[in-house]
């Protein structure tokens, strides 16, 4: 899924509200469809969500509740949607996801992470069923989404050219060593014609190693400034002496250098298809949802908010 449709449904499900199918026929605070928020409820979470809601004032709180009844009204929308759809989660599909977002925590450091965001692991794997269903749901709303044709990337480049304007760059190694006499014993064995990067591979410190010390392109600014003192004046295929920094002692590499310019099509066209991809899926989803409660009866009782204000 695109990265930026993935942050509007995360929008639409960063609050979870547990309560929604269960809430008592009385006073709902909206109603979408067949589903339905109680005020009370409504409060409840607020409150949760917001912990210093009530040091704000009154305009600001308004704006919020505004904001929060509008992304709940399109979270229902979706999850009736599923429904209709007949969209479901598999026990494997929740355990999966389950794991993949533990990732190496251990029971006790998940609970107490949660519990640090207010959260129990009852909300948490709640929330999380939201999500995924959501994202089955926009998976088939964006099935018959046409790709990204190359006519549309090359046009997008020719008008966007100063987009891809690049800096003056260098190709860089480096391998980080823990004292000098390694550096010095290196340098020499660098100097008598052994490879850089199995070298790096064999001895480095750095998270790098694995890639041979390659540390890509970059420009002035985006490195430590005793690195770029030493790697811009360095020249290409030289070796440099130890440099020290707060991490260690380093030796570099200088493999490339390239002008400043405009980056050709050629480099670009992934970036520009990756891009024109997401704002159409982003759109397409954001049109669907509007279809969708514009078909849907949606009832929000404005005045129970602003009654409960006035008490």
Known sequence: MAPRLHYIILMLLLFFFPGCQEQPPSQPL???????????????????SYPDLDNLPQKDRKLLEKQLVNRLVERELILGEAERLGVRLTPDEMDQAQADLRGSYRNEEFSQA???????????????KLRLLTEKVSKAVLLSLKPVSPEEIEEYYRSHREEFRRPAELRAR???????????????????????????REFS???????????????????PPEFDEVLFQLPTGRFSDPVES???????????????????????????????????????????????REKTQVKINWNLLTEKTNI
Not at 30 to 42: E, H, W, Y
Not at 114 to 128: D, F, I, N, R, V
Not at 250 to 272: N, P, T, Y
Not at 277 to 283: A, F, K, T, V
């Open 114 to 128: 949660l519990k640090t965001a207010g959260q129990t692991l009852e909300s948490w794997s709640a929330a999380l």
């Open 205 to 223: 410190l750095s998270p790098d190693r694995e890639d041979g010390g390659d540390l890509g392109y970059f420009s002035q600014g985006q490195l």
């Open 30 to 48: 909206f109603k979408v469809g067949q589903r339905q928020l109680s005020l009370s409820q409504f409060e409840r979470d607020l409150q949760s």
């Open 246 to 292: 707060p991490y260690g002692i380093h030796l570099f590499l200088v493999e490339h250098r390239r002008k400043a310019g405009i980056r050709s099509l050629q480099e670009v066209q992934d970036e520009i298809s990756n891009k024109l991809s997401q704002e159409r899926e982003e759109d397409a989803f954001q049109n669907w949802l509007e279809n969708l």
């Open 174 to 200: 480096q391998m980080l060593l823990g004292r000098i006499e390694d550096a010095e014993l290196i340098l020499q064995r660098l100097r008598d014609g052994e490879n850089f990067a199995a070298l790096a």
